[in-house]
């Protein structure tokens, strides 16, 4: 998004502009915001306090908000709470228009969800590991250096292949393979 910041008897510092930077991120939540975003702020200073007026235009459309307080802070947070109020009331126009079309496409993302859930989960990718060596405390050491949730390895008391692994809890579990008998 472009911002545009202007002052009227007053001189924009880079806290103001960095202020007003940080309270338009809440569109980022609302739309995938780009370069057809601009903000244009004009603050102005009278005896009564700070006129801030900030206009988002967009190929969206356009948002407008102007608050007068003692604070420029407190008038860019209203400021920002208002644009806010006219997002979600148009969002609520737009659903109360659409609510039948919506509803269908619902009930149709909850068909396609059962039939995915309906399919069984297939193998899609096979690796092959290296089973070195090591006593279990290396293993663990290793495992969490790595980032894993298990580790496999081979027991350097028993020979066997085993898997350590990280509980919920925080825990270590260790599974040892026994051979078929």
Do not use: C, W
């Amino acid at each position: 998004m472009l911002i545009y910041i202007h002052g009227k008897n007053v001189d924009i510092t880079d806290a103001m502009h960095a202020k007003v930077e940080e309270k338009l991120q809440f569109l980022d939540k609302y739309f995938d915001v780009d370069d057809s975003f601009r903000a244009n702020v004009v603050v102005n200073v009278y005896p009564e306090g700070v006129k801030v007026e900030i206009t988002i235009t967009s190929k969206i459309g356009t948002l407008r908000a102007e608050v007068l307080h003692e604070d420029f802070y407190a008038a860019i947070d209203k400021a920002v709470d208002k644009l806010e109020d006219q997002i979600r009331r148009h969002k609520t126009r737009i659903s109360k228009k659409n609510r039948e079309g919506l509803s269908q496409a619902f009930l149709k993302m909850i068909e396609q969800e059962e039939k995915d859930l309906e399919e069984e989960p297939q193998l899609v990718r096979t690796k092959a590991v290296f089973a070195e060596k090591m006593n279990l405390n290396d293993a663990i050491v290793d495992m969490e250096m790595l980032g894993h949730s298990f580790f496999v390895y081979t027991d350097d008391e028993t020979n066997e292949v085993a898997v350590v692994y990280k509980r919920r809890d925080g825990d270590y579990g260790l599974l040892e393979v026994e051979a078929d008998k």
